[in-house]
């Protein structure tokens, strides 16, 4: 069974950083959070505790392939390595996975689009819980899109009962 909570607030509210703290006590916590260090971002994989470049630094003399978000530039290949870590967690029935942060890339099915989509078309076979990473103003968008009835909405970690 999917149990699904997502983790609303503003944006650059401290939604990342506030995972990153729960995160580093959590043994049985896997996925990949997004923070930004040095106004760059980085993917960081929860299991491992490693990070990795989230986006490209030139995107005008870039010749890999990207998604643009606001000021973000963000590398396919890494997105790719991000949803793999996340298919795997899943795929090895791992019980919490965490994905920060769902958005505008995945409205237009790119960014974590491709882990999402492995995980809704077969969680029904799996007993996982599944902490998404929502900003407000995208949340019924977000919500519809995915097709997500049910769901424990939170604000804060704090509220988070694992």
Known sequence: MLNIIIFSKPIHSGKTTELLNWVKGEKECYGVLMPELKSRKYFYNINDETYFEADIINKETSSIK???????????????KANQIIIEAF??????IVIDEIGKLELRQ??????????????SKKNLSLLLVVRDTLLDEVNQFFQINEFKLIHSIDELNV
Do not use: H, M, P, V
């Open 110 to 123: 790119e960014g974590f689009f491709e882990c999402l989509q492995t995980i809704f078309q077969s969680s």
């Open 66 to 80: 990207t998604q643009i978000i606001g000021k973000y530039c963000f590398n396919d290949a890494s997105f790719k």
């Open 91 to 96: 795929q090895q029935e791992k019980s919490f």
